[in-house]
Structures are given as structure tokens and as C-alpha cells.
């Protein structure tokens, strides 16, 4: 199994098992160079395709970005899915491959866990309910888009990308279903709490219940969740979960479910220098090749539109349409529940327990076919509460399935029924909404993801939480319940009219960042699981300071100040810290004692501004993550033992027990170094945190202090997605990959910010790695006040194939913030797009 330090988007892993499954075995790059140079579809010339009605335009722009142009919506559907796969299509296919649990097809047994779990998951069923829940008209489209991508693959299937057609597998012709499928694959790796859930069972494994609430705070303003921990008591957790620390590592491998993804906001008119709304977007999504959105401008006669796709679906997913733009964040929202269920068998069947009565578990069979080897058939089992995630509660038969649980408990997923949801159709509609009062109709049904949509016209702005959340009996969700008492059980939805809104705010502006957007006490629960506050914070300072262009939201997008670094001083000189401090850093030993104080002095000068070449900046990342090491790793560790890569991915999921430590809890037990006769406390621990911090530094960037730049250790690296699963692989797969390293691969360049800031570049704070993981995948902005109100950018290139020219070619542009302009006028089209195109003309 991969490491907790193996994190990807869930599309991301589709792709990699179909590269690596190729490139591991391809011998030598000059033979990928060669049979590359023979998959790369024209860019112009004539293609005549079965299907099309009329001739369609595709015209591209520097960076490889899409114009479709045609004379009706049916064709420019048409066109997209052929766009689409000519760009994308092993990403689509192992997206596909993935969702289904089928990616061991591919790229052999390494894989079969990731399949185990999805098939578990049963994405299938979900996207049949949602696509069955769509209007006649939204599934005619996605069979036209189909149709699309299914003329590419009929007309390439003997020139497909290298890592199709070395992998030996046969891509599947398309169908609308399929597109339906990689949305409830974009849903669930939205889906928050999920790995915190099991997080909070290998801590509690550690520390117990009594404790757990210490490491699992939700907010800075609010009680620790001890009442939520006790679900926990009386359970023997000790070491009872023989695999959970493998499936926690598995949930880390697939994608981070519930990456705290995104930035929008938008000023009404009044704080425009134009007098015209400003709107901007950038989400979040972990780093790597390709990004997992790619760029698309649509002109029909009843439809035009230009933004950000995903491969496989056919829609703009946010963007603008010459009167609207609109955007997405994630929630953070909990709407999945994980509940312990106490099994066992009885004469070969399967029971759980439900309020003092024992069922039979529900069964389904599953064949998983795996390349070069013998198929594998499994149960899998269901309780009330949905599929149990120990899959393999029997004896293990094969060294691939996962240990079973030997302590007599299931894990089983509750996850929002989609029965007759029209999200589908909302999400359509919202892409030809003319304005901010018809884009709240229309997304107000979009339930079955859970998303902050910001929108703008010329005049107006908006904001609405979408998606279905349980109504939960008792508890929070925050950690697994007891599935045999209905006590916790879920007793319907909260009514959609109570999901948070807000239009044209006195304050001029809104915008989410993934912080607390319900304050305690409201009418629902949307979540227990926020990320930390900082980002929207410091959206709120430069909000404040008068009126803003575009420029500004530029600036905003590419802001790498954190508040934290404040809350942080004030912390050292608050009245109860700054002379037990001072005590505690006297008491040092000699050789300590000064690096603490020239560490102390540095921070409090500290302006927060994490650019990559400032030495500040290193020391005060060195130690947020000495702080962690300190104050944790004597409970937790070691470094590499489940229990400390499960602390480390709660850090990156939302707010964290490191930085609630840093900002108070003086009372926390775990404040005590338990390696020492003595009891520490917070001053102790901060004292000693400090001096690491300076010797950390003088390990890793020498004795000159002025020579230390942050962006020496934090670095972007842009992993090809079969690089990113090479911890799968065999040995020989690996070798492969590793001899195409500078072929498939891009970096390192110093990066700057951190998880805090609107510019994000969040590192695994606590691993020792400070690479960034997460980066803004995309970014867009929209001034109305301008002749072409939208400008964006990619943060690698348009094409998913490393032999073409738009693999990479976008880094450039996103690290210097150099925007491309998408018009809507049609005299600006040849300017944007040049003037030779790609005509596709319906096949005689």
C-alpha cells in the first residue's frame, strides 16, 4: 500500500494506473518520443466524423486552449467530447477505470486495493441513480457528448497516447452513464470527514477516547469535541483494528477525500474602481501533471460559455457566459457518516448488531480481473447503514486482500441518497443563467455535491450552499458512531431553504475560502470539520481597503501573507506566556539557549509575508513544524508509525490539533513530554520548539542565516500521475518510470505561502516534507467593468499526453500570473485565438 504521504486527486489516480501501467515498461524514452509523435491529433485540416450535423470550428489558443465554434448546440456537444478526448483521454479512461473499481484491468495487482474500495464504495449504483434522476433532454446531451468522444476513440484506437497503448488495454467506448460516473467520482472526492473519521480511530487506538478531543479541535472559538470523542468509550480500541491503519493509508492514497479546495469571492459595484461587480475563483486541488481541469470556450447559437472543464463531463463547471460568472468552493461539508457495526458470523453468514437484534448483512459478489493474473471473487457486504469497508471480514485467502478487523467490528459508509436528485440539469442550467437571481434558482438543486457557488453579474453578487445533509438524531459525525444504537442514525435531510446564503451584503463583498460559514447554533449542520480561518481573514484585510479591479483580484489570488504568523506573536507575548517564556528559554541548556532567543526575536519582527526568498520566512516554517515534533511525537510517533501519518492528514484535511496547540489549550495533557521524569508545560515545549527550529535550519540551509530561503525547502514538484503512484508499482515499473523522470515530470521551483494564504501552497505540516502539495489548480477572474470581462490561467498545460507541446507549457504563465484572455465579442476571437482552426465536417 501507498504511505499517508501519497496524496493525489481521486481522477489523478485513474490516470497514473494507465501511464504506469505503460511507461514503467517502455524501455527507453526515444521510443515514447517516436510513437508519441504519431498520437497527437492535428490542430488544424479537415476531419470529417459520423454524427455531426453541420461543420464545426476548433480553434486554440497559445496555450492550447479550446474555441469551440458551431451553428448548433447538439454539434458543439458533439465536438466537446471529441475535444475532450483528444486532450484527455487516458485521464478520462482511468477516471472511468477508477469510479468502477476497475483500474487492476489495467495496471495490474497493485492497484487491486484501490478497486477493492471503490467497488466497496459502489459509485457505479450512485451514478445510475443520478443519471436515472436527470431530465430526458440532459441524458440526450450526455449521449451526444458521448458520441463525441467515442468518434475519437473509433478514429485513434491504433494511435492511442503511449500509456493506452502500452498498457494493452482496450478503452471501452463511451456512454452517457460514464459521464454521470466521473461526477459522482469529482463528488466524492469532495466528500468531507471521510479520512478524518478514520484518523480519529488509529489516534484513538493510541491515546484513547478520554484524549482523542485534543487532537480533533474543530475551530478556534469553540469547546473541544469530548462529548463527540465518547461515543468512543468502553470500546476496545487497543490495537484491535488488525488493517485500519492500511485502509487509512489506502483513503490518503485515492486522493485526500475532502482536500480543502478553493478561493472565490466577489465585490458588488460599489467597491468596483469600475462600478461594474468583480468576481474570481481558484481552486484548490493537490499538485501534478496534468492539473485536473482543462480550459474550454463554447459558441452555439443558444449557448456560449468559457471556463473550466472536467474530461468526461460535458459542462463548464465555472466560468462565464457573457452575463454571469460563477465559482465554486468546497463546503467542508460532513454529509457522510462512518458507524463502528459489531459483527460476527454464525454457520458462514455474516450478522450485525442493530439495537440488541442480530441481522443478516446484505451480500454482493464482485469479480475483480486483474492484468497477468487469475480473477479474484469477493463479498461484499452492507449493513443499514451502507457498505462495510472491511471487505474481507473472513479469513484472508490471497496476500492482496486487506487483513480482516479481528476485533469483531465493520466499518460501514453512510453516504445522502441521490433518489430522483437534479443536480445534473441544475449544474447545465447554471452555465446559461443570465443573472445572479437565476442562478439561485438553479442552484438550489444542485444537491448531491456539497459546494460554496459564488456568483456575479454586471450589478449583483450571491453565495449558496448546495448539497444534502443529514439530520443526525445525536452526535456530530466527527468521529464513527455506534451503528447498534439508532440513537445516532440519520432522520432525514435538512430542508434546502435552510442552506446558507447571502446576496448583495452591506459590507460590498463575500466570499469563502473553506472556513466556518455557520456559526454554532445554526438550524443545521453543515460541518464539524473547517479549515483554518486564516485564508478568509486575510480575504477579509485587503477587502477592507477600498475600491478594487482587477488588478487587485490578481493580486488577492497571488497574496502570500498569513495571519497566523500575528496570532502567533501575539500568542508569545500574551501576559500568561511571554515571561514564562523567557523562564523556559533561561532554563535552556547553553547550546540552546541563544538559537531560542534569536528564534523568538526573528518571529516577533516576522511581517508574515511567506515569499520564497525570504530567511524569515523558512525559520517560521521550521517552526510550526518543530512545535508539531515537539509537543506530539513523544505521544505519537514515530514519524513513519500510523498513528503520526494519521495526525499529519487530519492537518491537511482541516483545522488542526497543531495549530489549536500553538494558539492556546495550555491545559492539554499533551503539553508533557511523557519521555522525561518531569512534567513539561507550554512554555517548555515552546521554549525547545524554537531552538529546533534554528538547528532544523542549520541542518537543512546551512550556518549563514542570511542565505536561508524558504523556497529552498518548499518546493513545487510537478509529479506526472504515474510518478505519484509508483508506490504501487513493481520494481520494475518503477524503474521505468524513473528513467522517463525529466520526460513526464517538472520542477523543482521554489514556491512560496503556505496552507494559510489565499495563494496557497500547503505542505504536510509535521511530515518533514515541505514540498507543496496543494496549489491553486486553476484561477479566473472577471471584471464587468472591462470590454472582455474574463481572464484565466491552468496550472500545468491543456493536454494530458507528455509529447505535446500543452503539457506543461501553462507553468510558466501560472507562476508569473501572465492571464489569457477568453472574449465573448467576436471581433476579439481571432486576437485570442488566431485564425487556423481544426474543422470537423460530418462524414458522407
Known amino acids: 500500500m501507498a504511505s499517508s504521504a501519497v496524496r493525489h486527486f481521486l481522477p489523478r489516480v485513474g490516470l497514473a494506473a494507465a501511464i504506469a501501467g505503460a511507461l514503467g515498461l517502455a524501455g527507453c524514452q526515444a521510443w515514447v518520443d517516436d510513437h508519441n509523435s504519431e498520437s497527437l491529433p492535428p490542430s ?44 484527455r483521454i487516458s485521464q478520462m479512461v482511468g477516471m472511468r477505470l477508477l469510479a468502477q473499481g476497475r483500474l487492476a484491468e489495467m495496471a495490474g495487482p497493485g492497484v487491486l486495493e484501490v478497486d477493492r474500495f471503490m467497488r466497496t464504495v459502489d459509485l457505479k449504483r450512485r451514478a445510475a441513480g443520478l443519471y436515472a434522476g436527470a431530465s430526458p433532454r440532459l441524458r440526450n446531451f450526455f449521449e451526444i457528448y458521448a458520441r463525441g468522444v467515442n468518434a475519437w476513440l473509433f478514429r485513434y484506437r491504433d494511435k492511442l497516447p503511449v500509456d493506452l497503448a502500452q498498457s494493452g ?188 437484534k442480530w441481522l443478516r448483512a446484505s451480500a454482493r459478489n464482485e469479480t475483480f480481473f486483474i492484468k497477468g493474473q487469475k480473477p479474484v471473487r469477493e463479498v461484499i457486504y452492507e449493513t ?58 438553479t442552484s438550489r438543486e444542485i444537491r448531491a455535491i456539497a459546494l460554496n457557488m459564488v456568483f456575479a453579474d454586471a450589478n449583483d453578487i450571491g453565495w449558496q450552499v448546495t448539497g444534502r445533509y443529514p439530520n443526525r438524531k445525536e452526535g456530530k ?40 460559514t455557520a456559526q454554532p447554533g445554526y438550524g443545521m449542520q ?54 514564562p517564556l523567557k523562564k523556559a528559554i533561561d532554563a535552556l ?83 508533557d513530554d511523557i519521555r522525561t521524569p518531569q512534567k513539561e508545560d507550554k512554555p517548555t515545549i515552546i521554549a525547545r520548539s524554537l531552538a529546533a527550529a534554528v538547528s532544523s535550519g542549520e541542518t537543512l540551509l546551512g550556518t549563514d542565516r542570511k542565505a536561508w530561503q524558504w523556497g529552498k525547502l518548499h518546493q513545487y514538484r510537478w509529479a506526472a500521475q504515474s510518478t505519484q503512484l509508483a508506490p504501487w508499482l ?32 500547503a505542505w504536510h505540516w509535521g511530515s518533514g516534507n515541505f514540498d507543496a502539495w496543494l496549489i491553486p489548480a486553476m484561477r479566473i477572474v472577471v471584471d464587468f467593468g472591462q470590454p472582455e470581462p474574463m481572464m484565466g490561467l491552468n496550472s500545468t498545460g491543456q493536454s494530458g499526453n507528455p509529447a505535446s507541446p500543452h503539457y506543461a507549457d501553462g507553468i510558466q504563465n501560472w507562476l508569473k500570473g501572465q492571464y489569457l484572455t477568453f472574449p465573448m465579442q467576436p471581433q476579439n476571437l481571432d486576437r485570442a485565438y488566431g485564425t487556423q482552426r481544426l474543422t470537423l465536417v460530418p462524414a458522407k
Open 44 to 87: 488544424v485540416g479537415v476531419q470529417p466524423l459520423k454524427g455531426l450535423g453541420q461543420n464545426v470550428s476548433v480553434r486554440r489558443n497559445d496555450l492550447g486552449m479550446p474555441l469551440i465554434e458551431s451553428n448548433n448546440f447538439h454539434d458543439a456537444l458533439f465536438a466537446l467530447g471529441y475535444v475532450h478526448a483528444s486532450d
Open 169 to 356: 488495454y482496450k478503452p471501452e467506448y463511451w456512454k452517457g452513464e460514464d459521464s454521470a460516473l466521473i461526477f459522482c467520482l469529482m463528488n466524492f472526492s469532495l466528500q468531507m470527514n471521510l479520512q478524518e473519521e478514520i484518523n480519529s480511530l488509529v489516534l484513538a487506538q493510541k491515546v484513547g477516547a478520554d484524549n482523542l478531543a485534543w487532537l480533533i479541535p474543530t475551530y478556534p472559538d469553540e469547546p473541544l469535541p469530548f462529548d463527540e470523542a465518547a461515543k468512543l468509550k468502553g470500546l476496545n480500541l487497543g490495537g484491535q483494528f488488525a488493517s485500519l491503519d492500511a485502509l487509512s493509508g489506502q483513503l490518503a492514497g485515492l486522493g485526500q477525500m475532502g482536500i480543502a479546495a478553493s478561493n472565490n469571492w466577489a465585490l458588488a459595484p460599489e467597491r468596483s474602481r469600475s462600478g461594474k461587480s468583480l468576481f474570481a475563483n481558484d481552486t484548490h486541488l493537490p499538485i501534478g501533471l496534468p492539473s485536473a481541469w482543462n480550459f474550454v470556450q463554447i459558441r452555439a447559437p443558444k449557448f456560449q460559455a468559457a471556463g473550466v472543464s472536467l474530461a468526461g463531463v460535458p459542462a463548464v463547471v465555472a466560468g462565464f457566459n457573457g452575463k454571469l460568472a460563477w465559482g465554486m468552493t468546497m463546503v467542508m461539508g460532513d454529509n457522510q457518516d462512518l458507524f463502528l457495526e459489531r459483527v460476527k458470523r454464525d454457520n458462514g453468514v455474516l450478522l450485525y448488531q442493530a439495537d440488541g
Open 384 to 441: 443499514r447503514h451502507g457498505p462495510l469497508l472491511n471487505t474481507a471480514l473472513g479469513e484472508r485467502k490471497l496476500p492482496l486482500q486487506p487483513a480482516p478487523f479481528a476485533s469483531g467490528y465493520g466499518l460501514a459508509l453512510q453516504m445522502p441518497d441521490l433518489k430522483d436528485d437534479k443536480t445534473l440539469d441544475a449544474f447545465f442550467d447554471l452555465s446559461r443563467a443570465q443573472n445572479v437571481e437565476r442562478a439561485f434558482d
Open 477 to 516: 459525525g466527527l468521529v464513527p458512531s455506534p451503528g447498534w444504537d439508532s440513537r445516532f442514525d440519520w432522520d432525514g435531510y435538512a430542508d434546502s431553504m435552510l442552506h446558507p446564503y447571502d446576496q448583495t451584503p452591506a459590507s460590498g463583498w463575500l466570499g469563502t475560502a473553506n472556513q466556518r
Open 526 to 579: 453543515l460541518s464539524s470539520s473547517w479549515y483554518y480561518p486564516e485564508r478568509s481573514e486575510r480575504l477579509a484585510q485587503l477587502a477592507a481597503n477600498g475600491k478594487q479591479d482587477a488588478r487587485s483580484m490578481v493580486a488577492w489570488q497571488y497574496d502570500q501573507t498569513t495571519p497566523f504568523a500575528a496570532k502567533l506573536k501575539r500568542m508569545f507575548e500574551a501576559p500568561g506566556m511571554a515571561l
Open 589 to 671: 541548556p547553553d547550546a540552546e539557549r541563544g538559537k531560542a532567543r534569536e528564534a523568538l526575536s526573528r518571529l516577533m519582527a516576522f511581517d508574515g509575508r511567506l515569499a520564497a526568498d525570504s530567511a524569515d520566512a523558512a525559520l517560521y516554517e521550521l517552526f510550526l513544524q518543530e512545535s508539531a515534533r515537539q509537543t506530539f511525537l513523544d505521544e505519537l510517533g514515530p514519524e513513519d508509525s500510523p498513528t503520526w501519518k494519521a495526525f499529519v492528514a487530519n492537518a491537511d484535511q482541516s483545522y488542526s490539533a497543531q495549530a489549536d496547540h500553538l494558539l492556546g489549550r495550555e491545559d492539554s495533557p499533551f503539553w
Open 730 to 761: 513493481d520494481a520494475t515499473q518503477r524503474a521505468g518510470l524513473a528513467s522517463l523522470d525529466s520526460y513526464l515530470n517538472r520542477g523543482p521551483i521554489p514556491a512560496g505561502g503556505d496552507h494559510t494564504t489565499l495563494n496557497a501552497a
